[in-house]
């Protein structure tokens, strides 16, 4: 079986930075939610893993660490029909809303 995009077990790489750094607000948020769903018995670390594989190659490529876990913790949900797309889409307006709100307010 190929290797498929994600699968870089094996081949070189350059050095794994060990230098702690610190997570943005949002990171923290989703590990958080994570664990929230998985004490819930909702969602389980293998399915994150397995929402990650699935993420295309250009997209994987693009996305940040906590990216693909938040992709894939959507994508989860929406295939369990925890949360549906139309809620979804008004949860994003909303949070797009806050955000340009906050950003407005500091700029004056």
């Given amino acids: 079986m190929p290797r498929r ?4 077990g ?5 050095p794994v930075g060990t230098d702690e ?3 943005a607000p949002w990171e923290k948020k989703v590990d958080a939610i994570l664990r929230l769903l998985s ?5 389980t670390v293998d399915e994150l893993r397995r929402g990650i594989e699935e ?3 250009d997209a994987y490529d693009r996305l940040s660490y906590y990216e693909r876990w938040i992709t894939s913790i959507t994508n ?3 295939e369990k029909r925890v949360i ?3 809620e979804l889409g008004e949860a994003m ?6 955000h340009a709100q906050a950003a407005g307010s500091q700029t004056q």
């Fill in 5 to 8: 995009h994600h699968d870089m």
């Fill in 10 to 14: 094996g081949l070189p790489a350059g």
């Fill in 21 to 23: 750094h610190a997570h």
């Fill in 39 to 43: 004490g819930k018995g909702i969602m």
């Fill in 55 to 57: 993420i295309g190659p």
């Fill in 76 to 78: 989860n949900l929406l």
């Fill in 84 to 86: 549906g797309v139309s």
């Fill in 93 to 98: 307006q909303e949070a797009q809303s806050r």
